[in-house]
């Protein structure tokens, strides 16, 4: 269904995927398209020749222009144009209703948002190009694959987890949804290109507590930040805090809701908002609602698992503990550029307007964590870090940050 746009005339409105074959994060888009039977032109971006870098290439400025970051899929629909897999899929969803790729079951639906950040923040991230140049320079060539292998591993354990109790013949039942579109890519990777054991992913076994809706955290961490905050502005009776380890990816948050448990900020906070329709964290506009996605995704794939404990853990024992801060500098940096130019026409006192949405809760740990735990230098982003003093304004915010959690060792306190 894709036509190769090179050397062919531009189609006004028609849609364009820029693509690069063995991306798995294009691929998941692609299935959208066939499924919704979206005709769209294909746009190749070479990432192996690092072509998206080009500064001589017209086609790699003008797709730099579109996604700084310079990853793949972004996704043109006349003047709309989306980078992030999860964010083009959810606005194909919205705007092409025919095949939907959600399920009308609140709690399908939360299993199929764990599912696809599972692997689009949990696995993907850490067998990204750009990982592995930098483990095949730093530490060795050898170790790319091992390093791949662990993550997946890790990842896979905790799907087959999560979907042993829904699957069907695909991810979640008898019809193909959203954790399809996600899984589907990341296996064939798995095995074609990572030669993974496939006969040896475990499957951890949970005790699930019965009551409460109880919220499994860490202080510092930004991700479990993002839940908070989403829990105060729903109301402070939803927030009984207790910790225990749950989740077999070993990353919080986690949040369970009587039988319900689910891992994953994103995850959690749709749950959340369909469940606890007060304040909403959602824009009524699609196109704003597609920018918060946006956001989100930046954060959630493209900055946070790069400054993950086990990452920083890695580097610092296998290359040089000088060399952690610089690695995730780098990338809270290329993720704030992105965030910059994405949110420079739609931001007021907070990321996409003057209210608070999905964005915000993105943004605010993650800025929060560059400037206080990574010292990162603020002076190229004036936008950011004004939100950033705007959340400062906000208790919701406040009391969801690192400072103030029932864990937060003393000293660390304010
Ligand atoms: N969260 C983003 C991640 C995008 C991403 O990491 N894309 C990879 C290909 S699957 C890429 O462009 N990598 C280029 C690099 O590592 O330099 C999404 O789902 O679209």
New binding site residues.
Partial sequence: MASIGSGVEEVPNKLKLYS?WR????C?VRIALNLKGLEYEYKAIN?VKGE?FSPADLAAVEFRKLNPI????VLADGDVVI????AIIMYLEEKYPQHPLLPRDLQQRAINYQAANIV?SSI??LQ????LKYIGEKVSPDEKIPWVQHHIGNGFAALEKLLKDYSGKYATGDEVFLADLFLAPQIHGAINRFNLDMANIGDGVVEVPKKKLKLYSFWRSSCAGRVRIALNLKGPDLAVVEFRKLNPIGHVPVLVDGDVVISDSFAIIMYLEEKYPQHPLLPHDLQQRVINYQAA?IVS??IQPFQNMQIQKYIGEKVSPDEKIPWVQHHIGNGFTALKKLLKDYSGKYATGDEVFLADLFVAPQIHGAINRFNLDMTEFPLLSRLNEAYQELPAFQDAMPEKQPDTPLQERR
């Fill in positions: 690069y991306s798995s994060c294009s998941r990432l998206q310079g990853y793949v899929p980078s992030d897999s999860l689009s993907q991230p990204n190009l750009n990982v995704s794939s493209s």
